[in-house]
């Protein structure tokens, strides 16, 4: 066989424009942002977006931002051409949105696009078409200051494009989510989404990021959040952070905004996520909407093409303020869910003009027997309190005004127990509901954790010890970890070839079977060596918990329930079991007679 090269070719710009789009321009909502942010980066205080057939069939974005200069219309069409930058040590401090200059070529290459502009110097604008990269007409034309570019038949010349491409309600809603992240990202500017004549979403521009969280997400999600904000030389952080009842069944509500442009990043995920761990039940997602003040030079911006992931150079201290700030704004009110909040509402949408129709808008200056409850003050164990890092709030002013504050506790009306299960509190204007269980083995978690974190587990000795076979590969956890099972109250020591002998047990296991709850914590130890400890007894700890806590369906008596809601005040976090469900609700009284239909 004759191998044969084949002749290499110099590809003319239409074609390299064309393979350029596949990155630039993947489907509609790539167009959108392209198109918005240069509108945002020009200046513009107020953004309309309109989309029909999901965005494939026709996108007009118009802003009233600076406008393009005659000469430079038929450049911002060529490929790398842009105002951002001019050099590559210019990328180190970039703060606009778009910097690549792919953009506008990489749209007129697919697609039909008519440009109209005004500056604000000049008496006439200018009307420009391009179709497929090739230039169609350019003329003066009377248009408003700003600019307007309407871009039709999406892929029309790229046809094997244009087939993977999703059904044009998918493809819109991508659109939606985009101009969502776009409004809470730049609350000083007015956006107006419109889908096949339908006002999807708007908001004011006035500055005022509640507004935003309002228009997107609708009043339940702002009455149901906590603002934070944390200052410092290198991180700033502000925003907002929801009660654990907004949590989520993904990460789609981690919002997070750095340097004014929406951002993806596993370190801020798993920071938001570890501060919401003692609120949230196993695979729900906190709702936090997050804004990042960064150094440029702190930064490393990716230069992909989506822009939307970045890089700290400090990632510890970016985690660290992030779950500090986090956690004292999750414990900053009460957590007392209510029973009657709806997940979800409709969005209200104000009638917003055209950018070009109003004035400028300007930002605003502004398993066993469970343990018995205890009932008499000397039975009643409450745990040294612990310290914690600066920046968490000491406990009383969480609760002081609040259902669950000592000082109230003389206010409360125990009305009783219902379905074995749960207890009736009346308390001014509310009625509290307590699931027994929920609130008992959170007791005995916040018990058993803090006696861990101080090195202060009680042990009780057995007699005759537990003997207890273990497999070589738990063999080598006990021998790797002997010291961690100490600090939990296990003494553990070797009675001859693959036996160990259980000497004593924590205090706390409650006449549970030491011998599995041994075996359990060998076991996740096992499972997850990479993680070492402390996530995995806390998650022993929780099971144990559940198991010796007193269970539902059990009768309480009046006096222990009064014990356990006067355990619930010694605890930093009451509101949650330690899987996440809530001990509390409440039922205002005008949540039952909207019930029973008195008002309407």
Same mark, same amino acid.
């Given at each position: 066989?004759?191998?044969?090269?084949?002749?290499?070719?110099?590809?003319?710009?239409?074609?390299?424009?064309?393979?350029?789009?596949?990155?630039?321009?993947?489907?509609?909502?790539?167009?959108?942002?392209?198109?918005?942010?240069?509108?945002?980066?020009?200046?513009?205080?107020?953004?309309?977006?309109?989309?029909?057939?999901?965005?494939?069939?026709?996108?007009?974005?118009?802003?009233?931002?600076?406008?393009?200069?005659?000469?430079?219309?038929?450049?911002?069409?060529?490929?790398?051409?842009?105002?951002?930058?001019?050099?590559?040590?210019?990328?180190?401090?970039?703060?606009?949105?778009?910097?690549?200059?792919?953009?506008?070529?990489?749209?007129?290459?697919?697609?039909?696009?008519?440009?109209?502009?005004?500056?604000?110097?000049?008496?006439?604008?200018?009307?420009?078409?391009?179709?497929?990269?090739?230039?169609?007409?350019?003329?003066?034309?009377?248009?408003?200051?700003?600019?307007?570019?309407?871009?039709?038949?999406?892929?029309?010349?790229?046809?094997?494009?244009?087939?993977?491409?999703?059904?044009?309600?998918?493809?819109?809603?991508?659109?939606?989510?985009?101009?969502?992240?776009?409004?809470?990202?730049?609350?000083?500017?007015?956006?107006?989404?419109?889908?096949?004549?339908?006002?999807?979403?708007?908001?004011?521009?006035?500055?005022?990021?509640?507004?935003?969280?309002?228009?997107?997400?609708?009043?339940?999600?702002?009455?149901?959040?906590?603002?934070?904000?944390?200052?410092?030389?290198?991180?700033?952080?502000?925003?907002?952070?929801?009660?654990?009842?907004?949590?989520?069944?993904?990460?789609?509500?981690?919002?997070?905004?750095?340097?004014?442009?929406?951002?993806?990043?596993?370190?801020?995920?798993?920071?938001?996520?570890?501060?919401?761990?003692?609120?949230?039940?196993?695979?729900?997602?906190?709702?936090?909407?997050?804004?990042?003040?960064?150094?440029?030079?702190?930064?490393?911006?990716?230069?992909?093409?989506?822009?939307?992931?970045?890089?700290?150079?400090?990632?510890?201290?970016?985690?660290?303020?992030?779950?500090?700030?986090?956690?004292?704004?999750?414990?900053?009110?009460?957590?007392?869910?209510?029973?009657?909040?709806?997940?979800?509402?409709?969005?209200?949408?104000?009638?917003?003009?055209?950018?070009?129709?109003?004035?400028?808008?300007?930002?605003?200056?502004?398993?066993?027997?469970?343990?018995?409850?205890?009932?008499?003050?000397?039975?009643?164990?409450?745990?040294?309190?612990?310290?914690?890092?600066?920046?968490?709030?000491?406990?009383?002013?969480?609760?002081?005004?609040?259902?669950?504050?000592?000082?109230?506790? *003389?206010?409360?009306?125990?009305?009783?127990?219902?379905?074995?299960?749960?207890?009736?509190?009346?308390?001014?204007?509310?009625?509290?509901?307590?699931?027994?269980?929920?609130?008992?083995?959170?007791?005995?978690?916040?018990?058993?954790?803090?006696?861990?974190?101080?090195?202060?587990?009680? *042990?009780?000795?057995?007699?005759?010890?537990?003997?207890?076979?273990?497999?070589?590969?738990?063999?080598?956890?006990?021998?790797?970890?002997?010291?961690?099972?100490?600090?939990?109250?296990?003494?553990?020591?070797?009675?001859?070839?693959?036996?160990?002998?259980?000497?004593?047990?924590?205090?706390?296991?409650?006449?549970?079977?030491?011998?599995?709850?041994?075996? *359990?914590?060998?076991?996740?130890?096992?499972?997850?060596?990479?993680?070492?400890?402390?996530?995995?007894?806390?998650?022993?700890?929780?099971?144990?918990?559940?198991?010796?806590?007193?269970?539902?369906?059990?009768?309480?008596?009046?006096?222990?329930?009064?014990?356990? $809601? *006067?355990?619930?005040?010694?605890?930093?976090?009451?509101?949650?079991?330690?899987?996440?469900?809530?001990?509390? $609700?409440?039922?205002?009284?005008?949540?039952?007679?909207?019930?029973?239909?008195?008002?309407?």
């Amino acid at each position: 066989m004759v191998n044969t090269m084949q002749m290499i070719n110099i590809l003319d710009d239409q074609t390299i424009n064309k393979i350029a789009a596949g990155e630039v321009v993947e489907r509609p909502v790539s167009v959108v942002k392209e198109l918005t942010e240069n509108a945002i980066d020009a200046g513009s205080t107020s953004v309309s977006i309109e989309i029909k057939g999901g965005g494939i069939d026709s996108i007009r974005v118009t802003d009233n931002g600076t406008g393009i200069n005659r000469e430079d219309i038929p450049l911002a069409f060529l490929r790398h051409a842009t105002s951002k930058i001019h050099s590559a040590e210019d990328l180190a401090g970039i703060s606009s949105l778009g910097f690549r200059g792919e953009a506008l070529s990489s749209v007129a290459s697919v697609s039909k696009v008519e440009v109209m502009t005004k500056t604000k110097d000049s008496i006439l604008g200018y009307r420009y078409r391009i179709s497929g990269g090739r230039e169609l007409s350019f003329d003066e034309a009377g248009v408003p200051e700003g600019t307007t570019i309407i871009v039709k038949d999406l892929f029309y010349n790229t046809p094997a494009r244009r087939k993977f491409l999703k059904s044009s309600a998918t493809e819109g809603n991508y659109i939606t989510e985009l101009v969502e992240k776009l409004i809470l990202s730049h609350p000083d500017i007015s956006f107006k989404f419109t889908s096949d004549g339908r006002v999807r979403l708007a908001s004011d521009g006035s500055g005022d990021i509640k507004a935003c969280i309002y228009s997107v997400f609708g009043r339940q999600s702002v009455t149901a959040m906590t603002d934070i904000e944390y200052v410092s030389e290198n991180c700033s952080i502000t925003g907002f952070v929801g009660k654990p009842e907004t949590a989520r069944q993904n990460r789609n509500h981690e919002l997070f905004f750095v340097n004014g442009r929406c951002v993806k990043s596993k370190i801020l995920s798993q920071a938001v996520e570890e501060a919401y761990k003692p609120y949230l039940m196993l695979h729900k997602f906190p709702f936090v909407i997050l804004y990042y003040d960064i150094p440029t030079e702190l930064l490393d911006v990716n230069v992909h093409p989506a822009k939307t992931e970045i890089r700290f150079m400090e990632e510890r201290l970016v985690s660290s303020v992030t779950i500090t700030s986090v956690t004292e704004g999750i414990t900053k009110k009460e957590l007392i869910s209510d029973a009657l909040r709806q997940e979800s509402e409709e969005r209200v949408v104000p009638d917003m003009p055209e950018p070009f129709e109003h004035n400028l808008i300007k930002p605003s200056d502004k398993s066993p027997a469970p343990a018995r409850i205890p009932t008499r003050e000397s039975e009643i164990s409450y745990s040294r309190p612990v310290s914690y890092p600066e920046g968490k709030p000491e406990q009383e002013t969480l609760f002081k005004e609040g259902f669950l504050s000592e000082d109230n506790h *003389s206010k409360h009306r125990i009305i009783g127990q219902v379905f074995d299960t749960y207890w009736i509190i009346e308390y001014e204007d509310k009625m509290y509901i307590i699931d027994q269980h929920a609130a008992h083995e959170k007791v005995l978690y916040e018990r058993f954790s803090k006696q861990i974190v101080q090195n202060s587990v009680i *042990s009780q000795m057995i007699s005759p010890p537990f003997i207890v076979t273990l497999s070589p590969s738990e063999e080598e956890v006990v021998r790797q970890y002997i010291s961690e099972f100490a600090e939990i109250g296990f003494t553990i020591e070797h009675f001859g070839q693959k036996e160990y002998a259980l000497s004593s047990v924590p205090v706390e296991l409650f006449g549970m079977s030491p011998h599995d709850y041994f075996l *359990s914590v060998l076991d996740d130890i096992a499972e997850n060596r990479p993680n070492k400890q402390p996530a995995q007894i806390k998650d022993r700890i929780a099971t144990m918990a559940c198991k010796a806590a007193v269970k539902g369906n059990m009768r309480m008596s009046y006096t222990e329930a009064d014990a356990l $809601i *006067s355990q619930l005040f010694t605890l930093d976090n009451p509101y949650n079991c330690p899987h996440g469900r809530p001990t509390v $609700i409440s039922f205002s009284q005008s949540d039952l007679e909207k019930l029973f239909k008195r008002i309407v």
